[in-house]
């Protein structure tokens, strides 16, 4: 880069590597995209079993992911696909996957990853069909059985937007250290680190017509299953 003197740019210290060993041992879970490009697919970081006939082909079908650092996919507790509403042609999020397949492969999303992962479990239950290839039914994780369509979607029974649901990065990075009510909206509970900016594009539209940022739909996914 024209005016930097190489020699320091060596010397900078690598962000990706310093975020790699914060969460080493952590219960964190890394989100990805997906992609029409490359051949990246992520590690799974659990064990998938299924009774019935084999549901490997009932989610929808990806190419590829965007790739994660290495390093942040090994020291990873969990790494879960983003995509809420992959495939459709309407803007509005009234189900959302809880895989993806490339056919050969299942991929939990975020919202399934923190849930295991906030339980210490290891394994997702899929149940399949009796009968015929490529159908879920059901999805267990941990104490929780979650009934899904025969894609393995969860159908979304949103709640108006709240903002009590979301705590501001200022408030997380304050120069003062974090106040009492900011530590406890976050201790002890799953929290999903996203955006609510417009310009990154993942502003999602809801069967209640609200524009609500997309990391709010994989929050209400969890609070759906939880409550039960």
Sequence with gaps: ????????????????????????????????????????????KAGIAFTGESPVDAPPHIRAATPLRPQLEANAAGIGHISL????????????????????????????????????????????APEGQGIMTSVKIGDFVIPVTSAGELWLYVSPDR?????????VLAPNGVSPQTRAAIEGNIVFVGTSSAGLQDIRVTALGENVPGVSLHAQMVEQVLSG
Aim: charged letters at 20%; aromatic letters at 8%.
């Design 1 to 44: 880069v024209p005016g930097i003197d190489p020699a320091l740019v060596d010397r900078l210290p690598d962000n990706d590597e310093i975020f790699a060993r914060s969460i080493a041992g952590k219960p964190v879970v890394l989100g990805y995209g997906i992609s029409n490009e490359g051949n990246y697919h992520p590690q799974v």
């Design 85 to 128: 509403n992959p495939g459709k042609s309407t803007a509005v999020v009234r189900t959302a996957p809880l895989f993806l397949t490339d056919g050969e492969q299942l991929y939990p999303g975020l919202a399934l990853e923190a849930m295991r992962v906030a339980q210490g479990a290891s394994t997702y239950l899929i149940a399949g």
């Design 163 to 171: 903002a009590e649901r979301y705590v501001s990065a200022k408030d």
